[in-house]
């Protein structure tokens, strides 16, 4: 059919360009023909006739070639045409292992002016191949890229090796496609040639749960690096930093929805704080990561690494797991000593002033399973000035993220979209704490249920808390808790809260207890009370 269709590259002798990849002698789809289109669509409906599928995986696009230049074995060489540059860029010639840049497209272009956009067209017309046959969900992966890829695919960084050097590169690579407008991207996590170690893989499994692309991939006669095969360390490590993704999965995909295509989540810390010297230190600036404004993420990224020294900048800063606060003397900003074990999720902390939600990953293998039951954790900033502590965010508002119908209204932004804001203020008085917790649009969004089982307040001064009651131990405030929805009939009032206070801290953790809460026409949302 290509050969009918006449799709493919020529040589500079105007004959089907021969190179050879993993099938062997091998053509090359020219995307710049105006049958290729259709070509490629129809290759897809009789794959998809086969084995039914969900996304596409573009390898090897740039085009790359297992010959320098034509490897036709029926004729003689043509020439590859690098001969006739007035200087080779680099130190090898611009037909290493791709296509000859004398080769032609059709109306006959030189590939030599064509070669950066050949997996650009390719994933132009792979997206409308799969928009054509109606496919749900699309996923398109691609290895090169393109200005205005982003548009139609993703990318992941390519061939890189087992080292902790790679490991590190991939942070600021994910930070370079970002400016590229491809802010969902990742590396092949624990490396994809060399043979990894046990200490390298479980940190690159740390650091890689939390890319927005996440795969752990190698190539033939390597060792084996699937998390069950390199040992306990391992093994445990990923389950955990895994675990730990998924649980707030649905709030990191909300900050990408939020961003309507724009901007980026995960980012640089001087993309936070361009005034800040110290964010532009290589150690800070390629070794720290924050996930949209609300999370830092401080992993070990050199071999033996047991102790990570993150930059906090002036802004109040709170252990995610526990809510212990890391920021003191007035959060001036300071380097902090943290322990940093396998075994466990890397360091990550929490921006005061931001909301989270995260859910149970419990029996969860796989993205359809997670429900919509989520908790709250709530970062206060300081006192106000009124008394009050406060923290902002949004919570989407559909329930199953693979249903392509509420994906779409999701998207369609004109009519509301599917994100609530959620306002978030604390008071303290004498003997009783106060909870306002309220959701609001100023659009109409679409609303499905969404399960409140608990909101654990970070920031909570134990200082106020020490002529609360004390019962087993657990301050018990005279507390109320008012929730109120995005319309003025929702709301419901509570009145029980309990604290957690910390030894080696002046800080609390309240978790508030909820029987129900009526979020919109009258649907019932269970706030169930899990003590800490």
Not at 181 to 191: A, H, M, N, R, S
Not at 461 to 467: G, P, Y
């Amino acid at each position: 059919e290509g050969i009918e269709k006449d799709v493919y590259i020529k040589n500079a002798w105007g004959k089907n360009f021969v190179g050879r990849v993993w099938p062997g002698h091998t053509t090359f789809v020219d995307f710049s023909h105006p049958n290729a289109s259709e070509y490629w669509e129809n290759q897809f409906r009789k794959f998809g006739a086969q084995l039914p599928f969900g996304g596409i995986w573009l390898d090897m696009n740039e085009v790359a070639n297992f010959c320098s230049g034509e490897c036709n074995p029926w004729e003689a060489y043509p020439s590859s045409g690098d001969e006739e540059l007035p200087y080779s860029p680099g130190d090898t010639y611009l037909s290493d292992r791709t296509i000859s840049i004398n080769a032609k497209h059709y109306g006959g272009i030189p590939e030599l002016f064509y070669h950066n956009i050949n997996g650009f067209t390719e994933t132009v017309a792979t997206r409308k191949a799969l928009n054509n046959m109606k496919l749900e969900n699309q996923f398109i992966l691609s290895r090169s890229s393109y200005a205005g890829t982003g548009k139609y695919a993703t990318v992941w960084y390519g061939d890189n090796a087992a080292s902790f050097e790679f490991m590190r590169l991939s942070v600021s690579q994910a930070f370079s496609f970002n400016i590229y407008g491809l802010p969902f991207t990742g590396g092949d996590i624990c490396g994809f040639d060399w043979d990894t170690t046990e200490e390298l893989c479980a940190r690159w499994m740390q650091l890689g749960a939390f890319f927005p692309f996440s795969r752990n991939h190698n190539m033939k006669y390597r060792r084996d690096q699937e998390p069950y095969a390199l040992g306990e360390d391992v093994l445990i490590t990923s389950r955990v930093s895994l675990k730990m993704k998924y649980s707030i999965l649905k709030w990191y995909y909300s900050k990408f929805v939020q961003l309507k295509g724009l901007g980026s989540v995960f980012r640089p810390l001087m993309w936070q704080y361009p005034g800040d010297d110290a964010v532009y230190q290589d150690h800070v600036l390629n070794g720290q990561i924050l996930l949209s404004d609300t999370l830092m993420l401080t992993p070990s990224l050199h071999e033996g690494q047991w102790t990570v020294w993150p930059y906090l900048p002036k802004d109040k800063w709170y252990n995610f797991i526990d809510g212990k606060r890391r920021s003191h003397f007035s959060d001036s900003p300071a380097y902090h000593e943290t322990w940093s074990p396998l075994r466990q999720v890397l360091p990550v902390f929490m921006r005061g002033g931001t909301i989270v939600y995260n859910q149970s990953t419990e029996g969860v293998t796989r993205i359809s399973q997670l429900d919509n039951k989520f908790s709250l954790i709530v970062a206060l900033t300081d006192d106000q000035g009124d008394g009050r502590y406060v923290a902002n965010g949004q919570i989407m508002t559909i329930y199953d993220y693979k249903n392509p119908r509420s994906v779409e209204k999701c998207q369609d932004y004109k009519n509301g979209g599917c994100l609530l804001d959620m306002h978030v203020s604390v008071s303290i008085s004498s003997n009783t704490l106060d909870l306002d917790l309220k959701f609001s649009s100023d659009f109409n969004p679409v609303i499905e249920e969404i399960l409140i089982q608990q909101i654990y307040v970070y920031g909570l001064s134990q200082e106020k808390l020490l002529n609360f009651p004390k019962r087993q131990g657990i301050y018990s405030p005279e507390a109320s808790a008012k929730i109120s929805g995005h319309r003025e009939k929702d709301s419901f009032e509570k009145v029980k809260v309990e604290m957690k206070t910390f030894r080696d801290s002046d800080e609390a953790v309240g978790v508030f207890t909820f029987n129900e809460f009526t979020v919109e026409n009258g649907r019932k949302v269970s706030l169930a009370y899990k003590a800490i």
